[in-house]
């Protein structure tokens, strides 16, 4: 069966160094236990943009400059039967998370949807739900810290997981990226 496949572009929230290492090599064992494609570890702010790269990007600078770092704490592991949230931490929801994405969404046009649910994903694919649960609880105890989002990275989300790739890294309250593609 082929692999669900995203569109567009997506606003990240990511973690950086130790966190990020320990997230990455946590969800590329999860991906090497399951059969499943691995990814970053991020939290999504705003997927499925769509227009040329250049105006996202354009947008997203905006963003980027009106925003301060961000804390992000997480609450436990959960699954659901969606492909992109078949495990996850989920994302202590916070006004200065609401903000963040109400903010995002109007500069990309949109209304914030009250149905926003920041998480940060450790395996894309399907699991019957019994092996989830069990994965849920063995996972759990891995939480993460508290941590801060510093950036605001833009990642072309087209296509299959193997296919995404970053454009930019910007610094959130600053309007220069860090890297572009």
Same mark, same amino acid.
């Given at each position: 069966?082929?692999?669900?496949?995203?569109? *567009?572009?997506? =606003? #990240?929230?990511?973690?950086?160094? &130790?966190?990020?290492?320990?997230?990455?090599?946590?969800?590329?064992?999860?991906?090497?236990? $399951?059969?499943?494609? &691995?990814?970053?570890?991020?939290?999504?702010? =705003? &997927? *499925? =943009?769509?227009?040329?790269?250049?105006?996202?990007?354009?947008?997203?600078r905006v963003v980027?400059?009106?925003?301060? &770092?961000?804390?992000?704490?997480?609450?436990?592991?959960?699954?659901?039967?969606?492909?992109?949230?078949? =495990?996850?931490?989920?994302?202590?929801?916070?006004?200065?998370? #609401?903000?963040?994405?109400?903010?995002?969404?109007?500069?990309?046009?949109?209304? +914030?949807?009250?149905?926003?649910? +920041?998480? $940060?994903? $450790?395996?894309? *694919?399907?699991?019957?739900?019994?092996?989830?649960?069990?994965?849920? !609880?063995?996972?759990?105890?891995?939480?993460?810290?508290?941590?801060?989002?510093?950036?605001?990275h833009v990642w072309?989300?087209?296509?299959?997981? !193997?296919? #995404?790739?970053? $454009?930019?890294?910007?610094?959130?309250?600053?309007t220069s990226d860090?890297?572009?593609?």
């Open positions: 069966m082929e692999e669900p496949r995203a569109r *567009g572009q997506s =606003l #990240w929230l990511m973690p950086d160094g &130790p966190a990020r290492d320990h997230l990455r090599g946590l969800i590329e064992r999860l991906a090497d236990r $399951l059969g499943t494609a &691995p990814f970053a570890p991020h939290v999504t702010l =705003l &997927p *499925g =943009l769509s227009g040329p790269e250049s105006e996202v990007l354009d947008r997203a980027a400059s009106e925003l301060r &770092p961000l804390p992000l704490a997480f609450s436990g592991a959960h699954g659901t039967d969606a492909h992109f949230r078949c =495990l996850f931490f989920r994302v202590v929801f916070t006004s200065a998370l #609401w903000d963040a994405y109400a903010l995002a969404a109007r500069h990309f046009g949109r209304e +914030p949807a009250e149905t926003f649910d +920041p998480h $940060l994903s $450790l395996v894309y *694919g399907s699991l019957a739900s019994g092996p989830r649960a069990d994965l849920a !609880r063995e996972l759990s105890p891995q939480l993460p810290g508290p941590l801060t989002a510093s950036h605001l072309r989300t087209e296509g299959p997981v !193997r296919d #995404w790739r970053e $454009l930019s890294a910007l610094a959130l309250g600053s860090i890297q572009e593609e």
